[in-house]
């Protein structure tokens, strides 16, 4: 359990990180405010020739594809470890990407991304999972956050063999990605015998209380049973939320209204505003020289016990 102390440190990230942070580079600042707000994955891939040197097979990594953990085509995860086999057991983070519950991949061949996130947590001593779920229209709630409790199950009975320590798991997941991990902490009906399993989670631009309909449905009554923030308000885990400067307006509204909800209840997460980031720039970032989005969360990472 976190002190009230601990959790105070914590949120201070909010109003002024105590690492010395890299800021976006001047080029791509001024091209992700022309973009901005729009959600323009090919056009934000500004940071893609940072990573011009970053080829598989990567030097010191072990990455072994779609491992499956269900049935389904889309139940596969990518699995990333430092070579050689580590000795100490090694903290487990689990990546979920964006893409409105209807689109995304953990990574797109000939692409950088999510590669540079499974990399940069290798680097600093972590074992990465990056995965997929089942998306819709043809799967709606709850499949998508069954997928992650099934990861979870996965990780557990697993990792212990690829160096990994299944009591010390962190999920990260970004807009999509953050829905379902606040919807998988917040719903004890996805959680095990042992409970949901998490040592903290870490979501980026969620859109929260504003769930995709095509896969949290239409209907008023159902919908609100399906969001995730009164359940986020019993959580005991720390929580990382963040959104950026020039995000899409639902993005922040609704960072800014979940952490309301949570500080309102006794529960603040540490929550950041990435300066000069858009909606997809955040998670591009990550593994180049700009430090602004991966050096508040590399220290939120090693506060996590």
């Known amino acids: 359990m976190y002190s009230l102390s601990f959790v105070a440190a914590l949120f201070t990230l909010t109003a002024a990180p105590s690492v010395a942070l890299a800021q976006v580079p001047p080029d791509i600042a001024e091209g992700i405010r022309k973009i901005s707000p729009v959600v323009d994955g090919p056009g934000t891939r500004l940071y893609a020739p940072l990573f011009a040197s970053q080829k598989e097979p990567y030097p010191d990594v072990t990455v072994v594809r779609d491992i ?7 139940q596969k995860l990518d699995l990333f470890t430092a070579t050689p086999p580590p000795g100490a057991a090694k903290p487990v983070v689990v ?50 956050h ?10 557990q009975a697993n990792i212990a063999q690829y160096g990994g320590d299944p009591d010390h798991l962190v999920l990260w997941g970004h807009s ?54 009164e359940g986020l308000k019993k959580a ?32 603040c997460p540490t929550y950041v ?25 590399l220290e939120f990472l090693r506060k996590v016990e």
């Open 68 to 74: 499956a953990y269900g049935a389904d085509p889309l």
């Open 176 to 229: 999509a990605g953050a829905d379902l991990i606040a919807g998988y902490v917040g719903h004890s009906q996805f959680h095990g015998p042992k409970g949901h399993g998490v040592k903290a989670a870490i979501m980026l631009s969620g859109y929260y209380e504003k769930g995709m309909p095509a896969y949290f449905g239409t209907d008023p009554a159902e919908r609100e049973r399906r969001l995730s923030t």
């Open 95 to 144: 990546y979920l990407h964006s893409g409105g519950f209807e689109r995304g991949d953990k990574h797109a061949a000939g692409s950088p991304f999510y590669d540079n996130i499974m990399l940069w947590l290798t680097r600093r001593d972590m074992i990465g999972v990056n995965v997929n779920y089942r998306l819709a229209p043809k799967h709606v709630w709850p499949a998508a």
């Open 236 to 267: 005991t885990i720390p929580l990382f939320v963040a959104r950026t400067e020039f995000d899409t307006p639902t993005a922040v509204e609704q960072g800014d209204a979940l952490k309301k909800g949570l500080c309102d209840a006794g529960r």
């Open 146 to 155: 069954e997928d992650l409790a099934a990861v979870v199950r996965w990780i």
């Open 273 to 297: 505003v990435f300066k000069e980031h858009s909606h997809l720039s955040q998670a591009f970032s990550v593994g180049t020289t700009d430090t602004s989005v991966s050096g508040p969360i």
